[in-house]
């Protein structure tokens, strides 16, 4: 069974970048269309970006576009997730999953944007 580890978040001021990983187990992972989720205090998860099994598509919440960038390394096992110019409204807890959520949630990670 695939289980999942994201890691990369942390403090940062606004205008600032961070790269999230989302580390897998598992030979099957690469079959998984992945996607980043993130849950603010109160509010309900939202998808933030989904990458297709090969890499070549790619999807942004309207939020993100422009700043965020999703990429995958199959080899490796690891989803990414490259945030520039982060906003306070970026804050929340990370999360990778495939788009419908059945793979066990990892921990998350982190991401708190200071302004």
């Known amino acids: 069974q695939v289980q999942l580890v994201e890691s990369g978040g942390g403090l940062v001021q606004a205008g600032g970048s961070l790269r999230l990983s989302c580390a897998a187990s598992?030979?099957?992972?690469?079959?998984?269309?992945i996607t980043w989720f993130r849950q603010a205090p109160g509010k309900e998860r939202e998808i933030v970006a989904s990458?297709?099994?090969?890499?070549?598509?790619?999807r942004y919440a309207d939020s993100v576009k422009g700043r965020f960038t999703i990429s995958r390394d199959n080899a490796k096992n690891t989803v990414y997730l490259q945030m520039n110019s982060l906003k306070p409204e970026d804050t929340a807890v990370y999360y990778c999953?495939?788009?419908?959520?059945?793979?066990?949630w990892g921990q998350g990670t982190q991401v708190t944007v200071s302004s």
């Open positions: 990458i297709s099994v090969s890499g070549d598509v790619t």
């Open positions: 999953n495939d788009p419908y959520g059945q793979i066990p």
């Open positions: 598992g030979r099957t992972f690469s079959m998984y269309y």
